[in-house]
């Protein structure tokens, strides 16, 4: 069984940054990818990075690609979202989530473990 909680939510000024942290607990055999999702009112959960961790791949969505970056330190079971330029629209929980079933995408429906969340609010 993998666990994962997340952590460094809060509120932040337009434009300003925010590390989130997620510690995983559990047998690293038992996933293969990790990755992080937000989601806003009314809308689906969206995958925003995602590493692959037998290809050592990252996936940025377009929305964050270039303000935010994802890092994974294994020697701490520990994966960050360094989120730069902050815009109000990033403004939501989010998500730390492993898969066991070696997804092709970041997509939430290929994940099946996940953390309870945090929020991120970004306000002047």
């Known amino acids: 069984q993998v666990q994962l909680v997340e952590s460094g939510g809060g509120l932040v000024q337009p434009g300003g940054s925010l590390r989130l942290s997620c510690t995983v607990s559990?047998?690293?055999?038992?996933?293969?990818?990790v990755g992080w999702f937000r989601q806003a009112p009314g809308k689906e959960r969206e995958g925003i990075s995602c590493?692959?961790?037998?290809?050592?791949?990252?996936y940025y969505s377009d929305s964050v690609k270039g303000r935010f970056t994802m890092s994974r330190d294994s020697a701490k079971n520990t994966v960050y979202l360094q989120m730069n330029s902050l815009k109000r629209e990033d403004t939501g929980p989010y998500y730390c989530?492993?898969?066991?079933?070696?997804?092709?995408?970041?997509?939430?429906?290929?994940?099946?473990?996940w953390g309870q969340g945090t929020q991120v609010t970004v306000s002047s």
């Open positions: 590493i692959k961790i037998n290809e050592g791949s990252t």
């Open positions: 559990g047998l690293t055999s038992d996933y293969n990818a």
């Open positions: 989530a492993a898969s066991s079933v070696f997804p092709r995408f970041c997509r939430f429906y290929e994940y099946n473990y």
